[in-house]
């Protein structure tokens, strides 16, 4: 079930969806300029998002920028025939991207050279309905390195490289005037080409990138908008253990040890899931 929201004067949401794997997709509406952020994983998902702002009288979507190229976020692009801004590497890879015939053998062929996965097939046929040859892919046309600023009249989105390691072209977006960042994917682990993970290095240079924008809310695509404390809460035990795998290395039990002190768990409780999980993923992060 598709959810719209309004988050601040100026932004509009659509949240994201998990049968599917839809992130979520913003406008961001200045007195002049609409710009959206991310195009959506197909022409059905942008289209609910455009509906919805044309029934709440925002001024149409000007441009697009896009977080990255993983197909959730670009394959809807075609449908908004938009300008479109993405990072150089981004580009790249779209370019190549629409140049492919779209059915099952390519799906099997990009899952062999580690360029999407399993999971990624069984979201596309089903956001597609099966039928993939609806998939259409088309490349971005601004194209920028490091960072671009977008004014929109009144608002400025600061857009910015990233990387990581999720997907080395990750970007975000700052919209100065309302204190929001968008994170894109960028701080989840890297999800294709092997086992999920994560690099201490990366994964706290990040973070330091992150926090120096002091932002009031922090929007991840997979996830919901949060305020600065809850996030920072969320991601001060990430940046904890980052630091445990440092000092630790491969030793997972004095990780774990350290963590219970840190998080101040009470030795008779088991370590929450999504630590457990991010403490394989960072031991997946560690040089062979
Ligand atoms: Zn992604």
Redesign the pocket.
């Known amino acids: 079930m598709s959810e719209f929201e309004r988050i601040s004067d100026h932004i509009y949401v659509m949240h994201a969806e998990h049968t599917t794997d839809r992130p979520l997709l913003a406008a961001v509406a200045g007195s002049s300029r609409t710009l959206l952020i991310d195009g959506g994983n197909s022409a059905v998902h942008a289209a609910a998002f455009r509906e919805y702002l044309e029934k709440e009288g925002v001024r149409a979507p000007d441009m697009m920028v896009l977080t990255?190229h993983?197909w959730?976020?670009s394959f809807g692009l075609a449908e908004w025939s938009l300008p479109t801004i993405a990072q150089r590497q981004t580009a790249n890879i779209l370019r190549n991207f629409s140049e492919l015939e779209w059915n099952g053998e390519t799906l099997e062929r990009l899952i062999a050279e580690g360029v999407i996965s399993e999971r990624t097939k069984a979201d596309m046929l089903a956001e597609y309905e099966g039928d993939l040859s609806r998939i259409r892919v088309e490349g971005p046309n601004i194209v920028f390195e490091r960072f671009i600023d977008v004014e929109l009249g009144d608002l400025t989105c600061e857009i910015r490289y990233v990387g990581g390691d999720?997907?080395a072209d990750s970007c975000v977006v700052y919209v100065k005037e309302e204190g929001t960042l968008f994170l894109?994917?960028a701080l989840?682990p890297s999800?294709y080409g092997g086992p999920m993970k994560y690099t201490t290095g990366k994964f706290l240079a990040l973070l330091d990138t992150v926090f120096a924008y002091g932002a009031n809310v922090l929007v991840e695509?997979h996830g919901r908008p949060v305020s600065r404390e809850a996030f920072y809460n969320d991601v001060r035990r990430y940046e904890q253990l980052a630091r445990l795998v440092l000092r630790h290395g491969r030793d997972r039990e004095a990780v774990e040890r350290d963590l219970y002190t840190e998080l101040e768990l009470p030795e008779t409780e088991a370590l929450p899931n999504d630590m457990t999980e991010a403490i394989t993923y960072f031991m997946n992060g560690l040089e062979q």
């Open positions: 990255h993983h959730d976020h999720h997907s894109g994917d989840a999800v695509s």
